[in-house]
């Protein structure tokens, strides 16, 4: 059992929950809590860390012996924990790779594009919701919020599991990259001409989501094949940007079931 702070692999946890770029040197990331850990993938699972009072847990120590683990006293489990209460389970994956030509077989496939989006509570929502409307992948720029910060993936509740993610370097490449496809490119932009009802996403289809302050920048915008809105009562601008992805994403989804 692991006893001290200063344990190596303790100090190396608390890395790996604070820096993206440790996350990136080591191909890792942390998933804490139970759920996150029933569901992750066998073949992510490098290491299970357990805290002394589960291991009377006798249905999720049945699945953590399957793996490499470790017990921690408590009071450290604590302290190498990411969140206020921890569930007394915490997952060290190794991070996916995926192929973007095996989800371009896919037909009409529906995508969301973050561009800049800098809230992690945000980025796991989409990626939640997104599994939740039929969405095949999500795709980042480079100076979005990491996908691997143990935030991001609280928000996600296990759908980082199973949505494809790729960081492109903006959305002008990307597009240049998915030419060819039939993927059309919808920014939720204010100076949409058509409302996002008025739309069609029954075919290939990405959608753009800017920055919570600034938007879309300038290049996206223009790289998109159509702009469009989403109607506002009273003096509201615009939405949080998971909700404005949220609604878009069940629009695609309801079109597509109709």
């Not at 795709?139 to 759908?159: E, H, Q, W, Y």
Request: glycine share 6%; charged share 25%; proline share 3%.
């Amino acid at each position: 059992m692991i006893t001290s702070i200063q344990n190596t692999q303790v100090k190396n946890i608390i890395k790996l929950n604070q820096k993206a770029k440790v996350r990136r040197e080591q191909k890792l990331f942390i998933a804490e809590g139970r759920k996150m850990f029933m569901e992750a993938p066998d073949q992510w699972i490098e290491k299970v860390y357990v805290s002394e009072h589960i291991l009377e847990d006798q249905e999720l120590m049945e699945k953590v012996r399957k793996f490499s683990w470790e017990a921690v006293e408590d009071n450290v489990f604590r302290q190498m924990s990411d969140t206020q209460t921890p569930q007394g389970v915490l997952t060290v994956l190794k991070q996916p790779t995926y192929n973007i030509g095996e989800i371009l077989k896919e037909q009409n496939p529906l995508f969301m594009v973050l561009e800049d989006l800098q809230d992690p509570g945000n980025a796991g929502t989409i990626i939640r919701t997104g599994e939740g409307a039929g969405v095949k992948a999500v795709f980042l720029t480079k100076t979005c919020v990491d996908i691997t910060n143990p935030k991001v993936i609280r928000a996600t509740m296990g759908s980082v599991y199973r949505i494809p993610f790729f960081y492109v370097e903006d959305v002008v490449s990307l597009k240049q990259k998915l030419q060819g496809h039939g993927i059309r490119f919808f920014a939720a932009h204010l100076k949409g001409k058509n409302s996002y009802d008025q739309e069609s996403y029954r075919e290939g289809t990405a959608f753009l989501i800017g920055n919570e302050g600034k938007g879309l920048t300038d290049q996206a915008a223009e790289a998109a094949d159509c702009l469009i809105r989403i109607p506002m009562c009273g003096e509201v601008e615009s939405l949080n940007a998971a909700m404005a992805a949220g609604i878009l994403m069940y629009e695609a989804s309801r079109q597509r079931r109709n």
